[in-house]
């Protein structure tokens, strides 16, 4: 390999030069006309470190070396270090806590995974939310002040646009107008309603649900009840009104 001078490489137009003196690393090899004026095995030993695919690094538990993979952030030998290292952190609880309700001030037996329960059941901590006064005063705030009152209302839009939603409504509507008339029978049992809010749900555009016998009938009343309802067109029902005719009916 001939002797050549950097300054004579660059008047030349040459990329490498060689001069013949060892590296900082101790190579003696051809050095690249750059800045950093690298010899080309120091560059060779970056450019396969940089993209070898397999590299070393210590175990963050055990302090171990073990092989990584390029582009993978592994940071323990194996999954049994790495659940080791995890429950050192972790908070530890026993399995039950005895703990006061907040509400009824009863005790009672905590047995979740993060041991935040503060209420024996749903029913006192709803209960605690609907009258404790500094409760009522934050809902107050979140739904005057902090915009949720439009959360509210979005929620409600999203529920009716449901069919499940839309047929719930429908029928607790027409429950409660019938429970002010006094027509829905206290023997109608869980089966029966839930008829009534799939005939609700089952009804297309253009048709109403129909009481047979009018709920306020001018010679007869019915009862809110299954038997009693049926789908018709809406002009039907309308021109219908509150009178039961058998012709009508039949």
Partial sequence: MKLISREKAIAKGLIFYFTGIPCNHGHIAQKMLNSLDRCRECQKIQNDKRYTKVYKIECKH??????RKRGTNAQYCSFACKELLRNKNRRKYEKEINKICKHCETLFVDVSYAKTKKFCSIKCQQVHFKTSPKEKA???DWYYNKGGKKICSDRRKKWYATPHGKSVEDAKRVRRRATQL???PKW???????????????CPKGYHVDHIIPLRGKNVCGLHVPSNLRIITAHKNQSKGNRFDIRLNH
């Fill in 62 to 67: 055990c302090e171990k070396e073990f092989i």
């Fill in 138 to 140: 934050k809902f107050k």
């Fill in 182 to 184: 006094n027509a829905t």
């Fill in 188 to 202: 109608l049992t869980k089966k029966d309603k839930e008829k009534i809010r799939k005939i609700y749900a089952k």
